[in-house]
């Protein structure tokens, strides 16, 4: 009998912001490799996500949300990264929100029409749908906007139909060589999760206090005699800011610290000590260091 031919391939996950495409990552390469918050934007970077099962590996790519309300250089960047992924991809999920469609998604949309690869689109929150009658008509509204390879009601974060998508993902993977370890499940550097880790603590205590501006630099990462060392630096614009983050006797900065430590021993599977410090640098999201490391380089 004849072995089944492989097959890999990148796969493009996009949407508007805060539609659960890091929350999807994660499940679908089953480890937390992308941060996550309620605030639009957590993510900046592109990240690759890898599942392999079976004769097939999928190279997930998180993208940041599309964003073309401001101008600001951060988000001309994120926005730069989406339309370039687009373009280098095998398949393409488009993540949208329960029963929503709104101007942002249009977007979105509008970023496909040159796409020369299949598009699925995948319904996320469908949970959160309390008349699920409204849903049939949905997808046929959907389906009249794009010729979309699939439509698939799913729930990132409860699991719901994350099998169907795989499955339909892996089918129209191209064939092809694995790139990566079966057991790999990113490309991300430990130093990159670690610097992520803790900005997603700061983004979850304090999204609506802080810009998400805010930078996380890893300034030391050793290990000594089974202990992983960590000193972060977090980079900030305003003096007010450093206070926020600090707050009262250390307090705030303590509990970002021990949050993100919990994370850190989860995913390097050590023991880990970590000290953070707050640093001001006005402007600093506009600085070319900044745009080059969103831009995904090292």
Same mark, same amino acid.
């Given at each position: 009998?004849?072995?089944?031919?492989?097959?890999?391939?990148?796969?493009?996950?996009?949407?508007?912001?805060?539609?659960?495409?890091?929350?999807?990552?994660?499940?679908?390469?089953?480890?937390?490799?992308?941060?996550?918050?309620?605030?639009?934007?957590?993510?900046?970077?592109?990240?690759?996500?890898?599942?392999? $099962?079976?004769? =097939?590996?999928?190279?997930?790519?998180?993208?940041?949300?599309? @964003?073309?309300?401001?101008?600001?250089?951060?988000?001309?960047?994120?926005? *730069?990264?989406?339309?370039?992924?687009?373009?280098?991809? @095998?398949?393409?999920?488009?993540?949208?929100?329960?029963?929503?469609?709104?101007?942002? @998604? *249009?977007?979105?949309?509008?970023?496909?029409?040159?796409?020369?690869?299949?598009?699925?689109? =995948?319904?996320?929150?469908?949970?959160?749908?309390? /008349?699920?009658?409204?849903?049939?008509?949905?997808?046929?509204?959907?389906?009249?906007?794009?010729?979309?390879?699939?439509?698939?009601?799913?729930?990132?974060?409860?699991?719901?139909? !994350?099998?169907? !998508?795989?499955?339909?993902?892996?089918?129209?993977?191209?064939?092809?060589?694995?790139?990566?370890?079966? /057991?790999?499940?990113?490309?991300?550097?430990?130093?990159?999760?670690?610097? *992520? !880790?803790?900005?997603?603590?700061?983004?979850?205590?304090?999204?609506?206090?802080?810009?998400?501006?805010?930078?996380?630099?890893?300034?030391?990462?050793?290990?000594?005699?089974?202990?992983?060392?960590?000193?972060?630096?977090?980079?900030?614009?305003?003096?007010?800011?450093?206070?926020?983050?600090?707050?009262?006797?250390?307090?705030?900065?303590?509990?970002?610290?021990? =949050?993100?430590?919990?994370?850190?021993?989860?995913?390097?599977?050590?023991?880990?000590?970590?000290?953070?410090?707050?640093?001001?640098?006005?402007?600093?999201?506009? $600085?070319?260091?900044?745009?080059?490391?969103?831009?995904? =380089?090292?």
């Amino acid at each position: 009998m004849n072995e089944q031919a492989l097959r890999c391939g990148h796969v493009a996950i996009i949407g508007r912001p805060n539609v659960g495409k890091s929350t999807l990552l994660n499940h679908l390469v089953r480890q937390k490799i992308s941060i996550t918050s309620r605030k639009p934007q957590t993510t900046r970077n592109r990240i690759l996500g890898i599942s392999t $099962e079976g004769s =097939a590996q999928c190279l997930y790519v998180d993208t940041p949300g599309l @964003d073309r309300r401001h101008g600001k250089a951060i988000n001309r960047v994120m926005n *730069e990264t989406v339309v370039a992924v687009v373009g280098e991809v @095998d398949v393409i999920v488009l993540v949208s929100e329960r029963l929503l469609w709104r101007e942002e @998604d *249009e977007a979105v949309l509008e970023a496909l029409r040159n796409a020369r690869v299949p598009v699925l689109l =995948a319904i996320n929150k469908v949970d959160q749908i309390e /008349d699920k009658t409204r849903l049939l008509p949905h997808i046929e509204r959907m389906s009249s906007l794009y010729d979309f390879a699939e439509i698939i009601p799913v729930s990132a974060l409860g699991g719901h139909n !994350l099998d169907l !998508l795989e499955r339909k993902v892996r089918e129209l993977l191209p064939e092809g060589p694995f790139l990566f370890p079966a /057991d790999q499940v990113t490309d991300a550097t430990s130093r990159f999760l670690a610097a *992520e !880790l803790i900005r997603e603590k700061i983004t979850r205590q304090l999204g609506d206090e802080l810009p998400y501006e805010v930078m996380v630099e890893i300034e030391k990462f050793t290990r000594e005699d089974g202990v992983l060392h960590i000193n972060g630096l977090i980079v900030v614009d305003k003096q007010g800011q450093k206070r926020i983050l600090i707050g009262s006797g250390g307090a705030r900065l303590k509990q970002i610290g021990s =949050a993100a430590r919990k994370d850190m021993e989860q995913a390097f599977e050590c023991k880990v000590m970590l000290e953070l410090w707050v640093k001001v640098r006005g402007g600093h999201m506009n $600085e070319a260091r900044a745009l080059k490391s969103l831009r995904g =380089a090292s």
